[in-house]
T-cell receptor, first 111, second 114 residues
Framework: QKEVEQDPGPLSVPEGAIVSLNCTYS??????FMWYRQYSRKGPELLMY????GNKEDGRFTAQVDKSSKYISLFIRDSQPSDSATYLC???????????FGRGTSLIVHP | DARVTQTPRDKVTEMGQEVTMRCQPI?????VFWYRQTMMQGLELLAY????????DSGMPKDRFSAEMPDATLATLKIQPSEPRDSAVYFC????????????FGQGTRLTVV
């Protein structure tokens, strides 16, 4: 079993929908939780991150971490066709800064 | 505009041939990663360097893969001999080695071994 599990999708939603992307993990030592976005034929880019538990909001994006359940989420409000991409969660341990990635979820937002 | 540069973007080669992928990390970054991405496995860490020293290459098949950093501006990943199962997108990423551990990725090398 992988340390970080993520459903690969694809997830197809209409424009304007609220999107929920999720990851589960097994290693309780993870302290930094990140979301990367990867467009087709491009490398992943950091979208946002949180430290430990809680929520963080950035425009239409909200990242949520529940360490007690080992579960993280990314919510996208008012989704746009330009949000169509693969979203990868990543996590790292304090003191060891090597991110461990999920497989990524392919999101398609259709007009 | 600081970015990680990878060459080549695409490579098609015959089974048994040597493949060399190159990466120029962002100036000032002291950590370099090599990842392989496939549909089935997602992003897998192959190796990483800190201050040009290899710290972990446990993700690489040792008999055919090798990774080096001849200097701070160049990282290489070699496969010899290549096999069809090596077909994947190979990403180089660099980082500052601290904080959250953010990795800045290059565009990737799409390798096809026939």
């Amino acid at each position: 079993q992988k340390e970080v599990e993520q459903d690969p999708g694809p997830l197809s939603v209409p424009e304007g929908a609220i999107v929920s992307l999720n990851c589960t993990y097994s290693n309780s030592a993870f302290q930094y939780f990140m979301w990367y976005r990867q467009y087709s034929r491009k490398g992943p880019e950091l979208l946002m991150y949180t430290y430990s538990s809680g929520n963080k909001e950035d425009g239409r994006f909200t990242a949520q971490v529940d360490k007690s359940s080992k579960y993280i989420s990314l919510f996208i409000r008012d989704s746009q066709p330009s949000d169509s991409a693969t979203y990868l969660c990543a996590m790292s341990r304090g003191g060891s800064y090597i991110p461990t990635f999920g497989r990524g979820t392919s999101l398609i937002v259709h007009p | 505009d600081a970015r990680v540069t990878q060459t080549p973007r695409d490579k098609v080669t015959e089974m048994g041939q040597e493949v060399t992928m190159r990466c120029q990390p962002i100036l000032g970054h002291n950590t370099v990663f090599w990842y392989r991405q496939t549909m089935m496995q997602g992003l897998e860490l192959l190796a990483y360097f800190r201050n040009r020293a290899p710290l972990d290459d446990s993700g690489m098949p040792k008999d055919r893969f090798s990774a080096e950093m001849p200097d701070a501006t160049l990282a290489t990943l070699k496969i010899q001999p290549s096999e069809p199962r090596d077909s994947a997108v190979y990403f180089c990423a660099s980082g500052l080695g601290g904080g959250i551990g953010e990795a800045f990725f290059g565009q990737g090398t799409r390798l096809t071994v026939v």
